[in-house]
């Protein structure tokens, strides 16, 4: 797999996140990946990965702007900054950090990092 092959992977799968196209998103993963949202949770296959997709705690599609890409063999790590909307506590703005793993031309592993701002 190119850098670019993996670069547009990563892409789609913000994509998704971004309309909530759940399809777009599970294309780009294995079926056994495994989602570390480090602080806050793991899941681990499709079906757990897209229950976590549209969290019940949240509302609508997240606003995502991925402002730096930096590939290494077979890892892509992405940061930027998001806005969401919390049910219980409503707007919020966060800074994250992605790095995803790549295994036979899909993302076997995402590490996410997530950190509020004000």
Request: no cysteine; net charge negative.
């Amino acid at each position: 797999m190119t850098d670019t092959e993996q670069r547009r992977l990563v892409a789609q799968y913000f994509d998704g996140f971004r309309t909530g196209d759940h399809p777009r998103i599970l294309a780009t993963l294995t079926g056994d990946v495994e989602w570390v949202i480090h602080g806050h949770r793991t899941t681990r296959g499709k079906a757990e990965f897209d229950g976590e997709i549209e969290n019940p705690a949240f509302t609508g599609s997240p606003r995502l702007d991925v402002q730096r890409v930096h590939e290494d063999g077979p890892v892509v790590v992405t940061t930027g900054e998001g806005r969401g909307v919390s049910v219980d506590h409503g707007p919020f703005r966060f800074a994250f950090n992605d790095l995803f793993t790549f295994r036979d031309g899909l993302i076997a592993r995402v590490d996410s990092y997530v950190v509020p701002l004000r």
